[in-house]
Every structure is written in structure tokens, then in C-alpha cells.
């Protein structure tokens, strides 16, 4: 079975931190994604990844950045943390016809 | 770009009956892949029905059947027998068929609830 694991469940930050949320996937995935999912609005594209040190924005880059230095990981990071930046993080992987998706972070700003 | 949307926000079906879904798209592209997502409580998104847009034939997967209707980029799922365990958020879901470099663009979901 396809794995993506990310780092937390839950996190609680102060605004103005400066935030990593890391995903990890075990299927030498090319593709990786980092979603913000928020009540209303589904899924919504932050950046993703095609390859080792490649990324592109997605829909709502505003605020935040991403890293991949290795094939398997790919870190979601917010520079300095807003409360408008609270919500549900998604991370998935994929291969052609399918996204697989970790379990998700739920961060919390205050 | 590519659109999708979901007209119900919320809809309930009773235990054991059937229930659908609406999905709608919007692209200008011919080979394309589009997906059902089912999220339960527990957050984590599960695949429940994948379509390939130059398949006439509708998928199909056990008790989950799509409606594909490619000239009118309409892409509806049908629940059948539905069970409690089929609560949850489903996200209609669209991708290119070229891999390379495409993400998935997902609609804002339906929050399905099943009465016993």
C-alpha cells in the first residue's frame, strides 16, 4: 500500500512563527502536492512538486513556500505564521491516475 | 484552467436507499481523468471511483457507479444500498491525462449524511 505520512495531526503556533510541515511518501511518487483545504472551498492548490528541487505555485502561494531536496519528502512552509492561515493541510503524492493523500494537519494560529 | 463544481453542499439519503451525487466541469481538453474522493471523519481521502474521459463506458466499483456524460461535462455518482459508513465529504476531482506537471483540481465537496 501506497503510504503518505505527514508529520503531524494537529499543531498549535503562535502568529509570526515560522512553520514546517513535512510529508513523506514511500512509492517513489514524481508528483507531490500541498493542498489547503478550508469549510466550503474544497481543496485548494498551494504548490506542487514534479521533481527533485521543481515546483510550481498553485493557486493560493501567498504566504507560503515549499522544499524538496529528496525524492520522498516535501515540506510545506509558512514563513511567519497568520491566523488566516488556519486550516486543514493536505499533502498527497501521485502517479498518473491516482493522488494518494495523507492523513492531514490541522493547524491552529493564534 | 479547469473548473469543478458541486452544486449540493449537503445532502442525506436514508440506509439502503440511493442517492447521487452532481458534479460538474468545465475544460478545454479532450483526454482528461476525472475522480470521486471520499473523506470520512476520520480525514483521510480515499478513492472511491476513477473515470477516463475516452472510456464511453461508466465505471463502476461494487455498490458506486458514475453518470458520464462527456458533451455536457457532467460527471454524477451514484450511491446504491447506501450504508452508515458512507457518511462523509465526497470531492468531485479533475486531472490532465498528461502526468507531467499537472495537479489535481478538486470541487468544494458534498457532505453526505446516511439516516438509519
Known amino acids: 500500500d501506497v503510504k503518505v505520512t505527514q508529520s503531524s495531526r494537529y499543531l498549535v503556533k503562535r502568529t509570526g512563527e515560522k512553520v514546517f510541515l513535512e510529508c513523506v511518501q514511500d512509492?517513489?511518487?514524481?508528483?507531490m502536492f500541498w493542498y489547503r483545504q478550508d469549510p466550503g472551498l474544497g481543496l485548494r492548490l498551494i504548490y506542487f512538486?514534479?521533481?527533485?528541487?521543481?515546483?510550481e505555485k498553485g493557486d493560493i502561494p501567498e504566504g507560503y513556500s515549499v522544499s524538496r531536496e529528496k525524492k520522498e519528502r516535501f515540506s510545506l512552509i509558512l514563513e511567519s505564521a497568520s491566523t488566516n492561515q488556519t486550516s486543514m493541510y493536505l499533502c498527497?503524492?501521485?502517479?498518473?491516475?491516482?493522488?494518494?493523500f495523507g492523513q492531514g494537519t490541522r493547524l491552529t494560529v493564534v | 484552467a479547469q473548473t469543478v463544481t458541486q452544486s449540493q453542499p449537503e445532502m442525506s439519503v436514508q440506509e439502503a436507499e440511493t442517492v447521487t451525487l452532481s458534479c460538474t466541469y468545465d475544460?478545454?481538453?479532450?483526454?482528461?481523468?476525472l475522480f470521486w474522493y471520499k473523506q470520512p471523519p476520520s480525514r483521510q481521502m480515499i478513492l472511491v471511483i476513477r473515470q477516463e474521459a475516452y472510456k464511453q463506458q461508466n465505471a463502476t466499483e461494487n455498490r458506486f457507479s458514475v453518470n458520464f456524460q462527456k458533451a455536457a461535462k457532467s460527471f454524477s455518482l451514484k450511491i446504491s444500498d447506501s450504508q452508515l459508513g458512507d457518511a462523509a465529504m465526497y470531492f468531485c476531482a479533475y486531472r490532465s491525462y498528461d502526468n507531467y506537471g499537472q495537479n489535481f483540481v478538486f470541487g468544494p465537496g458534498t457532505r453526505l449524511s446516511v439516516l438509519p
Open positions: 475544460t478545454s481538453e479532450s483526454d482528461y481523468y
Open positions: 512509492m517513489d511518487h514524481e508528483n
Open positions: 498527497a503524492s501521485s502517479f498518473y491516475n491516482e493522488a494518494f
Open positions: 512538486s514534479y521533481d527533485v528541487k521543481m515546483k
